[in-house]
């Protein structure tokens, strides 16, 4: 499996709006986001007093894998674990 055909599948999978791998040292990395605005969200931003709302994309590491078949591993094992969460 490559890397794109693993951010697909993780799109599909878990229905967020984007996805990336990173890979900064030996372990690849699964960082997924969901677009927000901060209109939905508590409180409120500011730019010179006044109040401002903005869209932005709110990312969270999800999976960690030492190859890539690994990393598609802990993304399902992810999905499992949310889907008994949740």
């Known amino acids: ?7 697909k599948k993780t799109i ?9 791998i990173s890979q900064p040292n ?4 699964m ?3 969901y677009n ?11 730019k010179n007093g006044v109040p401002i709302d903005f869209d932005y994309t709110k990312e ?6 030492s190859t890539l078949m690994k990393l ?4 399902e094992h992810y999905n ?4 008994n969460n949740g």
Do not use: P
Request: net charge negative; with cysteine.
């Open 72 to 75: 598609w591993n802990s993304v």
């Open 1 to 7: 499996m490559d890397e794109n055909l693993i951010i």
């Open 26 to 29: 030996k372990h690849f990395y």
């Open 80 to 83: 499992k674990t949310e889907q």
């Open 36 to 46: 927000r605005n901060t209109i939905s969200d508590e409180g409120s931003w500011e």
């Open 60 to 65: 969270k590491i999800i999976a960690r894998g």
């Open 31 to 33: 960082i997924i986001g």
């Open 12 to 20: 599909e999978l878990l229905g967020c709006d984007t996805a990336r």
